[in-house]
């Protein structure tokens, strides 16, 4: 057993810094790390965390997530406490350009993933813990510190069941059960049976303690060692603002700092504080991951002309470039057989989780294996990932490198009707920053720009169709991220129609149809929405002196939008053919109709304009 | 007891139709309305719901939502065994203009809320629960259908939480645990256990039965009915495809209609059916919902220049509105002191519900009191609301009466960080069909926009800011939906500047600094960000031919990207100040001027444009 009178010197400190720093900050939540210093002082100097703190990425640390990010004070004194972050470091907290940010971020070193919207550790602790399990084979664990009041999220309840159903043993989460939450009392204040009742009923080993004390703490990080079959969870009563009398197990004091008076008090109690006390982190082994051969993915053979869903070659690229990529790994939540991820995993079923109908979960598991080096492909509806956007917009500030494949956009899905048409995919993935947004209009874009996205770092967003659409493109064709594609273009067209995905279909239909009437239009393929070959809109606006944009979208902050934006100030016309009418139930071509983003409709506007 | 016999003659012609209908439509899911059939069946015609079925709309109607929406040839077959579907109709199903699409919508009488993404139907429910038992004051209950496979969204486990929280016996859930996903076994097949324990662990009531045993099934909704104290979960083992013996229990079968001939088979195992037998469903008491006076509310009273958040005016706008407009309820996710949904706690309690960190079950329940008659205010920082945007979206289909408040928009809201600041909510909540988003930048603009939120029918968002920002407004002003306000006109203006929120104030600073240099700008307040004011800002780029917008948001989607695609075609330059970097923490100034949206950066791109 570790030396308690030192952990306790070590949680003085660390209680001293969270105090001292959030005065000087002016602002941030000393009494959530108070509640919590005793828990955090117990794993990582009790001797139960391993990690290598010169080598922070180091494949072999056990991981320690912050889901409660607002404690970040508390984080950071961890890392001060173990003489990696300076005194002087500490007083930059919150400060503009200083590392130790409100909520952690990468910026700081010792970051697993940024976290401030509650409810999201846990799932990111999750994709860490199945990589360690299932794919590098490594005996890291995951640890993820949560708040009480976070519990109420539904997404820990979903990465509760799933970490329980892949038996993810190497995962401990510890509630810090200190009942009060931002306005007041959390629902269920000290009862720490309602904790410890549902995470049984998910699966869970539990284990309930006073979470101030240390042999008590430093037991169960030894018992949660121990368990082999299922995830632990440690429930420990606590106070916040622990060991400050006037603002411990009060309400009112959530993310507020002490005044320069109300420190002095709260020194006065702390008592001596051994400032130069460090602690000690035990080193993890220094084991390889499981390794995996690479060798060069197959060819593509596409017969032009041919129907196939772009949904289908995204399963079918996938599959194929698996033994290029072996750092794919792909998830998908109960849909596999409607958005194709099931092609890859039969394929590969080691490198392929099903994670049921719990889609944010399934996000931050996609963040969680990224942030350990894999190239995660996540699937589900377009409509659904809406389900996630704020783990989507989160997983940005993790600089994350996950992909993500909406299928069945659009009212071109038919008769389901609209609750199963996604249609502001386009703009919410648009709003990430740096993040890349294709959409294929045929099965070799499809498997080309599945492969520029697993090259890619960053988050891309693909988006896929349910219908079948003919090949259009050679197999040799090459597509890039930011570029576009010009399939008709002659010096007399009367206008320019840029169009993706189903829509392109619908122009080059209208192409045909009109040059039948001797009417000339320009069609560009913009499989790249972000970013945008601007250039070659800019050409064509110059060109032809009017646009027509057509997608199977709502009008706001998708193509139209985009290409307008583009084009703003160029004195180019542009007409934008989006979804403007309550979607309904129909066949696909009546739906397109009705919502005038069909060949009828663009020959309509084209006519229109002559 | 009902007459068992006659229920399941009921069954059948339910059944008998679920099919043919499926296979005249050639899509629909079949097998899910099934497993089903004998619960609902059971429901309706066995005496425990009540409806006045001439009135759908009748307060005292018990309300049954079909989580599980794809079960909708269940649903509109039982609605033909109760007279109210003809033949004929039922045979329209999906089809193009027919009332019966294929989930659930308004277009049917019967609907109670569109469903079709799953894990949403049981938040409704307690909406329309606390509704009944806390607002109206009526006896009726509400009945939710769930899948199995839906069970694992965590959206379900929020409903399950607040629903026990409050006490909603009036909630009766009813679990339809066929096994079967859609696309292979659920986690937990027919281990009725694990949902019995995880309910009763969020305090539910339970009772399992078999879902195809009418005695059971009876005494169930019995038993439920009589529950004091909490809400009832009846969990009921079914077989998916109940009743056709080459489906039943039979993976490969979910979404699937049958063909001509296994139809034909089908019907030869289900055996005669008496086409002309039909149910009857109670009639309910007809008591008045509990009224409310309602009396003018009165005036407002800001000093000019005095600096007040416009999240605070939020606030006290609906505490002052209150008492004018009744059926105003607002609902927060625990940041009531934050979003200062509190001030309206304080003097309304009954009319506040506290919906803890779980916003998808608050834009839910939300929706469900709406559909009750009620004007729900649903308020959070608006990064948190992007956690329920699918509820949000779904929100659009059953004609949702919602008001959103999403406080903390930006940058400018400093130290916390990159997690809380909402850069991408005016995105989402422009794709809303004929969705409103307002964004004012005083405490005056607020107060008039929250009444014409409040006035207004249909979903809309309000934008509000952390920082307080003088009141530029006198109090007699008049605010639209739509609108704007030209603040600063001037015949020999260079550029017009177009702002909303916080970034207002940084353009009519830039506005007074420039003008002492003898460089005139106009300004337009764009409060309204949709609709927008097109007359106005093709007004002004006529007159100054290049317009700059600043907004705290990031660039797509947001006010540059709605103003330039207005524009578009105009020949305005416009010039889109927005944020563009990796936000961090620092004080709001720094942050403004490191996006650059701060006056400095609008007076850096004016003077760069002369």
Redo the contacts between chains.
């Keep these: 057993m570790a030396d308690i009178q030192k952990l306790e010197q070590l949680a003085k400190l660390i209680r001293y810094w969270s105090l001292v720093s959030t005065t000087e ?4 939540h000393p009494s959530s790390s108070l509640s919590a210093t005793d828990l955090m002082t117990g794993l990582l100097f009790g001797g139960a965390f391993r990690s290598d703190v010169d080598r922070p990425k180091h494949p072999n640390n056990d991981r320690l997530i912050f889901s409660k ?1 607002h404690a970040s004070p508390l984080f950071y004194a961890l890392w001060l406490a173990d003489g990696k972050v300076t005194e002087k470091e500490m007083m930059t907290l ?5 590392p130790l ?3 952690p ?1 990468p ?1 700081f070193a010792y970051t697993e993933a ?6 999201q550790g846990l799932s990111i602790g999750v994709g860490m813990a199945l990589n360690a399990k299932y794919l590098d084979k490594l005996p890291y664990r995951t640890y993820v510190l949560l708040g009480d ?2 519990m ?7 990465a509760m ?1 799933i970490a329980a ?1 892949y038996r993810l043993n190497n995962l401990v989460g510890i509630i810090d059960v200190n009942r009060l ?3 007041g009392e ?2 269920y204040g000290h009862d720490l049976d ?1 904790y410890r ?2 995470a ?3 699966g869970w080993e539990t284990i309930v303690i006073d979470g101030h004390h240390f042999p008590q703490i430093l037991t169960a990080y030894d018992q949660a060692a121990r368990v082999r079959d299922r995830p632990v969870m440690i429930i420990a009563k606590t106070e916040k603002g622990k060991g400050v009398s006037f603002i411990e197990g009060k309400n009112g004091w959530h993310g507020k700092a002490l005044k320069k008076d109300e420190l002095a008090r709260a020194l006065t109690e702390l008592g001596p504080v051994d400032k130069d006390v460090r602690g000690e982190i035990k080193r993890p082994d220094d084991l390889s991951p499981a390794s995996r051969t690479s060798a060069k993915a197959g060819p593509i053979a596409y017969a032009l002309d041919k129907p196939v869903s772009t949904r289908h070659a995204y399963g079918t690229a996938l599959d194929r470039l698996a033994v290029q990529y072996p750092d794919i790994i792909v998830l998908d939540a ?5 958005t194709f991820a ?1 092609i890859f995993k039969k394929g590969h079923p080691d490198r392929f989780f099903e994670m ?6 399934m996000v931050g598991a996609g963040l969680g294996l990224s942030l350990r080096g894999k190239v995660p492909f996540v699937s589900s509806f377009a ?2 990932l ?2 996630a ?2 783990q989507i ?2 997983s ?2 993790s600089a994350a490198n996950v992909k993500f494949c909406g299928s069945h956009a659009g009212v071109s899905i038919g ?6 048409m996604g ?2 995919d386009i ?2 993935f ?2 990430i ?1 740096d993040g890349v947004v294709l959409y294929p209009s045929d099965a070799v874009a499809a498997e080309r720009l599945v492969e520029e996205a697993a090259k890619h770092r960053g988050i891309v967003y693909l988006r896929t169709t349910r219908e079948d659409t003919p090949v259009i493109y050679r197999n040799d064709e090459v597509f890039r991220i930011g570029g576009s594609k010009v399939l008709r273009r002659n010096r007399r067209d009367v206008v320019t129609v840029v169009a993706a995905g189903i829509t392109l279909h619908e122009a080059l239909a209208a192409y045909e149809e009109l040059k039948a009437d001797g009417i000339p239009i320009g069609v560009i393929d913009l499989y790249s929405v ?1 970013p945008l070959d601007v250039a070659t809109l800019i050409e064509a606006a110059r060109a032809t002196g009017t646009i027509i944009t057509v997608e199977d979208h ?1 009008a ?2 998708g193509i ?3 290409v ?2 583009a ?3 160029t ?4 007409h ?1 053919l989006a979804v ?3 979607p ?4 696909p071509r ?2 397109l109709d ?1 919502e005038e983003i069909s060949r009828t409709a663009i020959m309509r506007k084209v006519r229109e304009l002559l």
Tied chains: 1, 2.
Excluded at 152 to 158: I, K
Excluded at 334 to 338: A, C, W
Excluded at 415 to 420: L, P, Y
Excluded at 584 to 587: D, L, T, V
Aim: net charge neutral; aromatic share 10%; proline share 0%.
């Design positions: 900050a002016g602002s941030g990010g919150r400060k503009f350009g200083s940010e409100g909520h971020t910026a940024a976290t401030g919207s509650l409810g009041s976070e109420s999220e539904g997404s820990q309840w979903e069941e159903y939450g931002q306005r959390t629902m309602v009742n549902r049984a009923a998910f109960e849909v596999s057989n409607s099931e049921y109908i719990a889609e944010q979960n409509a659904f809406t389900r956007f704020d917009r989160m940005q500030y008769v389901d009707g609209s609750s199963q249609l502001e703009a919410l648009r709003t920053l972000k709502y706001e902050g139209g939008e985009a307008r934006s084009l703003a100030g004195g180019a016309r542009v934008s403007r009418k309550l309904r139930s129909g066949k009546e739906l009705y």
